[in-house]
């Protein structure tokens, strides 16, 4: 070993401890001042702070940075373009009223817009109002867009509107906490996959969640409402949507169109025209859903089989199951489902009705289509006719079987969801 070149080797280590890390600057903007301007002055890693204040610019973020308002300034586009355009990764914007994009739905003009490329970057915490797309996310990974209040231009007819949130050809995106309103649809999702959807709130769009060709997702948590349609999951598999409130939607709750392989439990769908729409959906398993006070409670066509459907309650739907099909498709092994109209009974206290339920029998047409007759729902007579029905097949059309049904709900809260204020109103 050189003796000398270990001394010099030691001297420049010891130089650079006591040097330390360079520390990333901080650029202040006050108003008056350009925001662009600090942002092309600043270093990678830097942080521009910006001032209370209103502020008509519309950016652009090419270096990995921190954008950070101070006291919520305004930021507006003018109506025009875009209002941030981020083009480099590990970028971080936060604290901002962000305002005022464009309106050309071709050039897909948004309050905050994401670049191919710009991965990693965090949006968290800012309203972005009047936006024709709140934000556009395509072709990045890992972005987190987190605690954003994002309402559309509420003014436009819902055809010309963008959508809350838009993601395309992503991997790995977290959409959390969110608040989003009058826009076409709240998070539209394409071609996205390992995706994380929390906590967001989103009422008052065509759809809640407009979803196409996306694998390995999870939907949990999520508040839906008051929309034309709830979460819509199309052409998609490998999702899990649990424990999400999804109420008071004009057409259906959650839609289940072209699904496989995914995993549908302990949801709220209360008070839709229909609760759950299932078309084209095999292999899935629903379990432990409430679904109540819809009009229909499911719509099941297209194919729909081959699915586990267990210990869900099904209560004061106003028609239990509206079935298209050629043959009885199965539902409840191992356990049942609930369900409200059942007329059974329990001889043996397993809490496990002993005579199969049957959805869409001929006592349940004659009362839909008679409701006074609902007052001798219990007697011998109607016993009677419900016990011909299943013993003479020409009487009866092919519905859902489920052979051992809960006598009790698995939700001991449902009563809470049978409110009026959870039902849609047609307008």
């Known amino acids: 070993m050189n003796p000398g070149r270990y001394k010099v080797g030691r001297s420049a280590l010891l130089l650079a401890l006591l040097a330390g890390p360079v520390s990333a600057a901080v650029l202040t903007v006050a108003p008056g001042a350009s925001i662009q301007a600090a942002l092309d002055r600043a270093a990678p890693g830097d942080t521009v702070e910006v001032a209370r204040g209103f502020y008509r610019e519309n950016l652009r973020l090419a270096k990995p ?40 739905l071709g050039a897909q003009n948004a309050c905050i817009y994401l670049e191919p490329g710009a991965d990693r970057v965090t949006v968290r915490g800012n309203d972005l ?10 072709k990045v990974r890992d972005t987190r867009i987190e605690n954003n209040l994002i309402t559309g231009k509420r003014d ?39 995706a994380l959807f929390r906590g967001n709130t989103i009422h008052d769009a065509r759809y809640g969640t407009h979803y196409m060709n ?16 709830g979460l819509a999951l199309m052409e998609a598999r490998n999702q899990v949507v649990v424990n999400n409130h999804v109420w008071g939607n004009s057409d259906h709750g959650i839609m289940l169109r072209t699904l496989q392989d995914s995993v549908v439990a302990d949801n709220v769908v209360a008070g839709n025209a229909r609760g759950l729409f299932v078309y084209d959906a095999e292999y899935n398993t629903l379990r432990g ?40 498709e199965e539902w409840g092994p191992p356990r049942g ?58 009487l009866r059309a092919p519905s859902v079987l489920d052979p051992h049904p809960a006598m009790r709900p698995n939700h001991p809260g449902w009563t809470a969801w049978s409110a009026p204020r959870y039902r849609f109103t047609s307008q």
Do not use: M
């Open 65 to 104: 940075l921190t954008l950070r308002g101070v006291g919520r300034p305004t930021l507006s586009g003018g109506n025009h373009g875009d209002t941030i355009r981020i083009a480099a990764p590990d970028v971080r914007v936060e604290g901002f009223i962000v305002r005022d994009s464009g309106d050309d």
């Open 129 to 138: 109002s009047y936006c024709l797309f709140g934000l556009w996310i395509e």
């Open 156 to 194: 436009y007819a819902s055809v010309n509107r963008g959508n809350g949130i838009q993601l395309y050809n992503t991997e790995g995106a977290a959409i959390v906490g969110n608040r989003i309103s009058f826009v076409r649809d709240g998070i539209y999702v394409d071609v996205s996959h390992h």
């Open 214 to 229: 996306s694998y390995y997702n999870r939907w949990e948590g999520n508040e839906v409402y008051h929309n034309r349609g």
């Open 289 to 328: 859903n409430l679904v109540i006070g819809n009009q229909v409670g499911v719509h099941l066509s297209a194919g729909s089989v081959r699915n586990v459907v267990t210990d869900n309650d099904f209560i004061a739907n106003r028609e239990q199951v509206r079935y298209v099909g050629s043959r009885d």
């Open 337 to 394: 489902n609930h369900w409200s109209d059942y007329l059974g009974w329990d001889r043996d206290g397993d809490g496990r009705g002993d005579v199969p339920y049957q959805a869409n029998d001929l006592v349940d047409r004659l009362l839909w289509r008679y409701p006074a007759a609902k007052l001798l729902l219990n007697s011998p007579a109607v016993q009677s006719l419900r016990l011909i029905a299943r013993q003479f097949p020409l």
